[in-house]
């Protein structure tokens, strides 16, 4: 798939999509070397997939991989074990190897949907992290000051406020930065979340005596809420792995300002038609509704293909606009008595993956997001029939077939 296409225009791809680049004339002065540039961009696998807040950054990789320069994937096995505190109020738990082993399986399959697996190197942290000794981790912490840690505004924060602050967190922006010195790397890419934690790399680059890395950061998009950061966490992501019906369903329920954020960040139509259409839709000649389904149409088509493209929009347009049910809707078996079924309903959205979490069936049960054969459901203790039809949220229908 391509992602960029043939658009290999320098100012497309130091202009479009990005928040900052320190600093920038360096960069474009190596950029007119011709040298092929080592580009770092690091993941912490605590969660089993990607979503289109980390398509930002990997659709900068690609463009720059377009025109010679090599990309260079860390999988962050340690850092993942920690958490990311950028933007945490609280102390994250810290979760398994086995759970961050597994998680990374689809990270590293996923990567190559965006960026070109054949001008990319991937890396994993314990490969150097794996010999680290105590000697090792004091010359590392060394290099930075408390107050320095304690300067950025999410610890600073939970310090004013008294919230606690793990020493494996202060020891996250140190750790993330001695992978630039690992992997040497010339260019860091991360959202404008991760500030800190780039920088961090640049100043742990010059203290080992290496050419400090330029740090390239690209904006955080808002997730389908249209307010908090896209997140798994907060169930307002869109994966790339969704399926396109599901894709498409989610990039339509966005918040109608988004639509204009996804366009300039996620995809390559060219600015003088954004222009266009905002104008168009000023003017009241161009419905919204209308500029978000060729953002829709757009993403289903880069992670999916065009006749998956043309599928969903079909789907959305009879399911969500003519609200008709789907001509195709999966069945599920349930044991019964004399055909009826009495069950929890948070039970059985979890025991068919119909919901991620209990959190989130109990919310979608607050919030009417439930229904059996049109009617919304108010209560988790349900009767079921044979042929029952039930929708969860917006995008899942399933049909109920009871068995004795």
Known sequence: MAILGETTDMDFILKRGVSEIIPEKEFVEKLKEGKPLRLKMGFDPSKPDIHLGHVVGLRKLRQLQDVGHKVVLIVG???AQIGDPSGRSTTRPMISRDEVIENAKTYTTQF???VDKSRAEVVWQSEWFGKFGLEDVVKLASVFTTAQIL?????SVRYA???PISMSELMYPLLQAYDSVAIQSDVEFGGTDQRFNVLAGRQLQQS?????????FVPVIAGTDGSAKM???????IGIEESPADMYGKVMSIPDQLVWTYLEVLTDVPAPDLVTMKIEVEENRLNPLE???TLAKQLVKDFHGSEASDLASTHFENVYQLRNAPEEIPSIKIQSEGGIVRISLTRLLLQYNLVGSRSEAKRLLAQGGIQANGQKIESDEIVLADGDILRVGRHKWVRITTIS
């Open 151 to 155: 300067a950025r505004e999410d610890f």
């Open 208 to 216: 080992w005596g290496y050419s400090p890395q330029i740090c390239f």
């Open 291 to 293: 500029v978000k389904k």
């Open 77 to 79: 096995d340690w850092t």
């Open 161 to 163: 406020q008294g919230h």
């Open 231 to 237: 997140s798994k966490s907060l169930d307002n992501y």
């Open 112 to 114: 190559f949907k965006v």
